[in-house]
């Protein structure tokens, strides 16, 4: 079956750096777009960035725009997320997910993607 398994929260201080990683298995990476979304206590779920099948076409929220890099190596089925200059309003839980669609095209809602992971907290301090 399809798994995506988030790595690489934690705790970091404003200011910091962080690199999740989502490794899929369980379907054929290399056709999927992929995306990131996170949920902060008491909020909704919203995006953070996606990216299309071969990594030509990316997205970002405008609150991680310039911070955040999305990225992706389909040999080894993974979608990363570079995150720097991290604030205190960053900290959630951030969840990768999948979306079955036309090549090249991303897409910045929730119910378009298919497959999620588990999720891996994010924590920034002051």
């Known amino acids: 079956q399809v798994q995506l398994v988030e790595s690489g929260g934690g705790l970091v201080q404003a200011g910091g750096s962080l690199r999740l990683s989502c490794a899929a298995s369980?379907?054929?990476?290399?056709?999927?777009?992929m995306g990131w979304f996170r949920q902060a206590p008491g909020k909704e779920r919203e995006f953070v960035s996606a990216?299309?099948?071969?990594?030509?076409?990316?997205a970002y929220a405008d609150s991680v725009k310039g911070r955040f890099t999305i990225s992706r190596d389909n040999p080894k089925n993974t979608v990363y997320l570079e995150m720097n200059s991290l604030k205190l309003e960053d900290t959630a839980v951030y969840y990768c997910?999948?979306?079955?669609?036309?090549?090249?095209?991303?897409?910045?809602?929730?119910?378009?993607?298919?497959?999620w992971g588990q999720g891996t907290q994010v924590t920034v301090s002051s």
């Open positions: 997910a999948s979306s079955w669609r036309p090549r090249g095209t991303i897409t910045n809602s929730p119910t378009e993607y298919n497959y």
């Open positions: 369980g379907l054929t990476f290399n056709r999927y777009a």
């Open positions: 990216i299309s099948w071969s990594g030509d076409n990316t």
